[in-house]
């Protein structure tokens, strides 16, 4: 599976992005999509996910509210809404694909397929 983010840029502290993740390849294959995140000297953390059947999610406890995830299934795409943003939601945003479906926090070892990252930019 292949994987393409977008939709990343510079956006004021309160303001909106949504991310996309375009997937091509065995999409067949994916259980679960994923969107984590790496600001500079931090570790990458997990953000968001959704089984893509759709009906489970899962959100950190620093986003919860304020993300929405979504997943279109005739297109192969995920979405990452993201509203009230704030100064420490800036990051590299990656999405990432897993054949397990995943219960509970996304590890990243789950993961097989990234897409190459997207910078998100908030200014206070």
């Known amino acids: 599976v292949q994987l393409q983010a977008s939709g990343g840029g510079l956006v004021q502290a309160g303001g909106s992005l949504r991310l996309s993740c375009a997937a091509s390849?065995?999409?067949?294959?994916?259980?679960?999509m994923g969107w984590f995140r790496q600001a500079p000297g931090k570790e990458r953390e997990a953000v968001a996910g959704?089984?893509?059947?759709?009906?489970?999610?899962w959100f950190a406890a620093s986003v919860k509210g304020r993300f929405t995830i979504s997943r279109d299934y005739a297109k192969n795409t995920a979405y990452l809404q993201m509203n009230s943003l704030k100064p420490e939601d800036t990051a590299v945003y990656y999405c990432?694909?897993?054949?397990?479906?995943?219960?509970?926090?996304?590890?990243?070892?789950?993961?097989?397929?990234w897409g190459q990252g997207t910078q998100v930019t908030v200014s206070s």
């Open positions: 990432a694909a897993s054949r397990t479906l995943i219960i509970g926090t996304p590890s990243a070892k789950y993961f097989t397929s």
């Open positions: 390849g065995r999409t067949s294959s994916m259980d679960y």
């Open positions: 959704i089984s893509w059947s759709g009906g489970i999610t």
